[in-house]
């Protein structure tokens, strides 16, 4: 399809005869092989990261290892950035080919009506008039502008497939790919990537979390690692970032904040106590993953198992009285024990339970009576889950079941989380001890709403904020309650509820 074109009957007969079908099948099977190789690499620096933090391997031979599993990350991503340019080169070469082909059997039909048919009408546009002076005197004339039209527009998606072709071919050359022909091995393939090169990070985007998870995903492993050295304040909070990149860039402001005198005192205990409940739960053998820290604001969240990959992710949203400095070790116990009933409920599916304290938690009796603070929060939840939704796809991870277990205060700020632009990010919302809301259960955006209202809490029976989750009207699923439950009992091991919350998680049917 790069050849020049000789003249317009010899141009229309051969993108007549283009075998297009074939073309397509050809880009189907190519875009197939390119869509697994994300996959692969994002495997590959999973790899480069666990052997990097030396925690399950040491020494010159793992340095060794990590280098090559470095080395072999840059060279996928090359290729993968060359495929999806080439890629995208053919897809507009398959469209321009099918319409040049189809104007083309247009034209040499239309042109067959003429005398002297096709050769004479199309090949020497000079000749015209007297070609058609030459037609049986007296006759209707058919008019040739039609034919000239549509061989007109064929060549031009002809020569516009033909730059598509060559842009295709392009692409691949920076990978070697010569004449059809690729390098012949790993080796060869490398010598063309450059993998010790400079790093330079662009700046990535503020937001969506959407656009921020594309543009995460267009970088190399060394660049990405690069980015958080360079800016972990901008990248700890970015929503759309995947979870390992926040916990790294987050542990960074942690330490410094630890090691800086000039820190404000009460941002320094906060920090202390993090730092220590890490160490508690990873001396433990549970992973920790440090997903907000936001010392000045009061913000945090942290997560026990990996965000990224789990199979049943869940958000804790506490009420009132809480902050990260004071609570979070009973927080963290209560994502604990939610994450074991998971496993009990489902055995073998991973999980990853989150206690999410990314808003100002109610302190005074203003705050905690009003709902200023949860439409804070719950503008800040809903892109938290649209970014915790955004960055597993950064790193090609097939979406987990993503539950919101709120309570008190907490099912207020999802009230107002589902108020946000856009659906909420969420497959399910369990609401505890909640105090009431604006409308009912379908107002949640979510597939499933179900509550747990004990007789006995009585923030339950005040109804402040509006309508019973435990009212019929309501149309949330019950879950079953203890006698002893009251307002803060919801978690407890020894009580139904919390069983109840972990069949949810996983999505087993039947959570009472």
Do not use: K
Not at 37 to 59: F, K, M, N, Q, Y
Not at 253 to 276: E, I, K, N, Q, S
């Amino acid at each position: 399809m790069t050849a020049p074109v000789l003249d317009m009957t010899s141009g229309l007969r051969a993108a007549a005869a283009w075998d297009v079908a074939l073309l397509r099948r050809a880009v189907g099977t190519l875009g197939a092989v390119a869509g697994r190789l994300p996959i692969w690499r994002a495997r590959l620096e999973g790899v480069a990261r666990a052997v990097d933090s030396g925690e399950s391997w040491a020494g010159p031979a793992a340095r060794t290892a990590a280098a090559a599993v470095r080395e072999l990350s840059a060279v996928t991503w090359a290729v993968e950035r060359a495929l999806s340019e080439s890629l995208s080169a053919l897809d507009r070469l398959s469209a321009e080919a099918d319409a040049a082909q189809e104007l083309a059997r247009e034209a040499l039909v239309r042109a067959e009506a003429f005398a002297g048919g096709p050769a004479a009408v199309l090949g020497d546009r000079s000749g015209l008039a007297a070609a058609v002076g030459a037609l049986v005197p007296g006759a209707e004339l058919p008019s040739p502008a039609p034919a000239l039209t549509a061989a007109e527009a064929a060549l031009r998606h002809a020569t516009a497939a033909a730059a598509a072709a060559e842009d295709a071919g392009s692409a691949l050359a920076g990978v070697g790919v010569r004449d059809a022909f690729a390098p012949a091995d790993f080796p060869a393939l490398a010598a063309w990537v450059p993998v010790a090169q400079p790093v330079c990070v662009p700046r990535g985007p503020t937001g969506p979390p959407d656009a921020v998870a594309a543009w995460w995903a267009a970088l190399p492993l060394t660049a990405q690692l690069a980015a958080v050295r360079a800016d972990p304040a901008g990248l700890g909070g970015r929503d759309g970032l995947p979870a390992w990149a926040r916990d790294l860039a987050n542990r960074r402001l942690l330490a410094a904040a630890l090691a800086d005198p000039g820190t404000d005192p009460y941002a320094a205990f906060t920090a202390r106590v993090v730092t220590h409940r890490i160490e508690v739960e990873e001396a433990a053998g549970r992973q920790v993953q440090l997903q907000l820290l936001d010392l000045a604001g009061d913000r945090l969240v942290l997560a026990l198992g990996d965000l990224d990959t789990a199979d049943a992710v869940a958000l804790l949203v506490p009420g009132i009285h809480n902050s990260p400095g004071d609570d979070l070790g009973g927080l963290v116990g209560a994502a604990r024990a939610v994450a074991g009933a998971a496993r009990e409920a489902a055995p073998g599916t991973t999980v990853a339970t989150a206690v999410w304290l990314g808003y100002d938690s109610p302190s005074g009796a203003a705050q905690i009576l009003g709902r200023t603070n949860a439409v804070e929060g719950g503008a800040a939840l809903a892109t938290s889950l649209t970014g915790l939704r955004a960055g597993r796809d950064a790193v090609v991870t097939p979406e987990g079941r993503a539950t919101v277990l709120a309570h008190s205060y907490g099912t207020v700020v999802v009230d107002e989380a589902a108020d946000a632009p856009g659906a909420l990010d969420a497959d399910a919302v369990v609401l505890l001890g909640s105090p009431g809301m604006e409308d009912d259960a379908a107002s949640l955006e979510a597939p499933e709403v179900y509550d747990a209202a004990s007789p006995d809490d009585l923030v339950v029976a005040l109804r402040w904020f509006g309508r019973s989750t435990a009212s019929d009207s309501f149309g949330s699923t019950e879950l079953p309650v203890g006698p002893d439950t009251g307002h803060s009992g919801y978690y407890d091991a020894d009580l139904p509820t919390l069983a109840a919350v972990g069949r949810v998680m996983t999505g087993m049917p039947d959570p009472r």
